[in-house]
């Protein structure tokens, strides 16, 4: 048979129908070897021994797996959730560099934002690429007048107006084709999708059509080689899902047959039961299980209940989700809902804090944030900063996670004033720490706060004196009374 050779410096043009059949191939290839690696999982001694199938546990896991996991098991819900919720917390507000006054990208940005909800459609965008291996966000710009024009690549030269953004799922937007050209800056990257949703919460028909990659914002979690579809956030702690799902599941179900105990019944020595008899402790053992009857009627027969067997599971509970905290990076405390005033859940928080602000940096302003506000300036959606030098011309401003609460102050505040207290009771204390050094060392507080308690206890101390003169000036004067002189007694 004679084999067919693909290079790049061949004379002759490749067929396309032969090149589509070999690309066709390679996917398909590309897909073996994936299914291949996912099998080598879990095998050992040459794939004698299978442990993911003695164990249950499945090779391949698809999007519809992985969504109906995360909208039915409450702990596959937080892994995602708890993250998510955390990043998006507090206002994300769009800044120009050095500009004391709101400027109109400013300004602008936040008319989209509270137009159209930004934000919250930021944190779905999250969640949807988080549960698969991708999401997009579709932008409904104003030159489309039917579902075909979302075909059509989007106009940037003209002004643009940006009506809706939808989040859409891998689920609800596979991938239909991709930039062949190698000389295209684009080359691998998706071209255009196909659509898929519910026309209403009600209406269960449905509306598909054709998008274009530019009316989309592509978005991905972790990414390894492809660009374009990244791991999904379940899939590392996949087989910990299902443990935990083993576990909670058979513990209910060991409590609901284990709590009611089961019956033996001894028939008496040479009691002979008719079929009559028979039949009628059936049924009565019958309604006894469904709770239509608490008592029993029989003769010949004994019944003994059966010892119950009920095993705390939490311990087994446990180590599943401390593997699952550890390969997510959110503490044990936070990802069950259990963080108490401890000093291991402060330092849980801080620790929670650094990850979540990880995420900001590296997932959340580069992957949606910026790639949006971008768009929405080339498309002139929103205007162009006003000294646009580059990629910093403005900055995504996030709420500060390390903000310390109300509680938290009037607990300093607390501690603060007890240890003041105790140094101004104690006369020589200023003798063994000057009062510079109390307020640095001891109180803990910076250069600006120790000045401005020196400013105000200098004020304090002026605002005294100018008391006291005004109050010595207002005193009525008292009348001076002259010495009498004493008379010298003159001897007679």
Do not use: C
């Amino acid at each position: 048979m004679k084999r067919t050779k693909f290079t790049a410096n061949a004379k002759r043009p490749i067929n396309p129908s032969t090149l589509a059949r070999y690309q066709n191939l390679m996917t398909m290839g590309a897909i073996a070897n994936r299914s291949a690696l996912a099998a080598r999982f879990g095998s050992q001694y040459g794939g004698d021994r299978k442990i993911y199938q003695a164990l249950g546990y499945p090779t391949d896991i698809e999007y519809e797996d992985y969504l109906s996991r995360y909208t039915r098991q409450d702990i596959a819900k937080a892994v995602i959730n708890r993250p998510i919720s955390q990043t998006w917390k507090g206002q994300v507000n769009i800044t120009e560099t050095d500009t004391k006054t709101e400027t109109a990208l400013e300004k602008e940005w936040k008319v989209l934002d509270k137009k159209l909800k930004l934000q919250s459609k930021f944190v779905r965008l999250d969640k949807v690429s988080s549960v698969g291996q991708y999401g997009i966000l579709l932008l409904g710009f104003d030159d489309t007048e039917d579902t075909s024009d979302f075909a059509k690549p989007v106009e940037g030269n003209g002004k643009r107006k940006l009506l809706y953004v939808k989040p859409l799922g891998e689920g609800n937007a596979p991938i239909k084709s991709y930039v062949k050209d190698p000389k295209n800056e684009r080359y691998g990257m998706p071209e255009m999708y196909e659509v898929t949703f519910a026309n209403s919460d009600t209406d269960t028909t449905t509306t598909t059509f054709k998008l274009h990659w530019t009316r989309a914002l592509h978005v991905t979690t972790e990414l390894l080689e492809s660009e374009v579809e990244g791991e999904p956030v379940l899939k590392p702690i996949w087989n910990r899902l299902m443990d935990l799902e083993k576990l909670t599941g058979g513990s209910a179900e060991m409590f609901w047959r284990g709590a009611r105990p089961g019956y033996q019944g001894k028939i008496k020595e040479d009691f002979m039961m008719t079929t009559e008899m028979e039949e009628d402790l059936e049924d009565q053992m019958d309604e006894y299980e469904n709770n239509l009857r608490r008592f029993l009627m029989n003769e010949g027969v004994e019944f003994d209940a059966l010892e119950t067997q009920v095993t705390d599971p939490s311990k087994h509970v446990d180590v599943q989700i401390q593997m699952i905290s550890a390969i997510t990076g959110i503490p044990k405390r936070i990802l069950t809902g259990s963080e108490r005033g401890e000093l291991s859940s402060e330092q849980d928080l801080t620790g929670w804090y650094n990850v979540v602000q990880t995420r900001r940096e590296e997932h959340a302003e580069p992957n949606i944030v910026r790639p949006f506000v971008d768009l929405m300036i080339k498309y002139k959606v929103l205007p162009a900063p006003k000294d646009a030098k580059g990629e910093n011309d403005y900055q995504v401003e996030w709420s500060d996670l390390f903000a310390t609460s109300d509680k938290e102050k009037a607990e300093i505040g607390k501690t603060r004033a007890e240890a003041l207290r105790a140094y101004a009771s104690n006369p020589s204390a200023e003798m063994i720490v000057p009062p510079e050094a109390f307020l640095e060392y001891f109180l803990g507080l910076d250069e600006d706060q120790r000045e401005q308690i020196t400013e105000l206890m200098k004020s304090a101390m002026v605002k005294e004196e100018r008391a006291i003169r005004e109050a010595e000036r207002l005193a009525p004067q008292q009348p001076t009374e002259e010495p009498v002189e004493e008379e010298e007694e003159v001897e007679q």
